[in-house]
Nanobody, 118 residues
Framework: QVQLVESGGGLVQAGGSLRLSCAAS????????LGWYRQHPGNQRELVAT???????NYADSVKGRFTISRDNAKNTVYLQMNSLKPEDTAVYYC????????????WGQGTQVTVSS
């Protein structure tokens, strides 16, 4: 089955930077879209950024100009470079891939905590 392993979360001061990584492995036959969601306690997951197989990126308005999504196709890895972090960026960040494993589906990472202190 498809498995996503995330890394890069942690505690950072406001204005600082972090880079999240998410590597996909397992029985993957095709990857369409990679991306990131985040979830604050008690809230629904919100879309942060996506990137297509062709490299087209889209961002939530709240992170435009500060976050950059990228991918390494050879490694089946997606990254999220987060700059100028704000306390409101504090959340659990989940990577996902819309891919063909046993079926076409959205597969999720386990999440990584990002905490931004003021």
């Amino acid at each position: 089955q498809v498995q996503l392993v995330e890394s890069g979360g942690g505690l950072v001061q406001a204005g600082g930077s972090l880079r999240l990584s998410c590597a996909a492995s397992g029985r993957i036959f095709s990857i369409d879209i990679l991306g990131w969601y985040r979830q604050h306690p008690g809230n629904q997951r919100e879309l942060v950024a996506t990137i297509t197989s062709g490299g087209s990126a889209n961002y939530a308005d709240s992170v435009k100009g500060r976050f950059t999504i990228s991918r390494d196709n050879a490694k089946n890895t997606v990254y999220l470079q987060m700059n100028s972090l704000k306390p409101e960026d504090t959340a659990v960040y989940y990577c996902y891939v819309f891919a063909l494993g046993s079926t076409w589906s959205k597969y999720w990472g386990q999440g990584t905590q990002v905490t931004v202190s003021s």
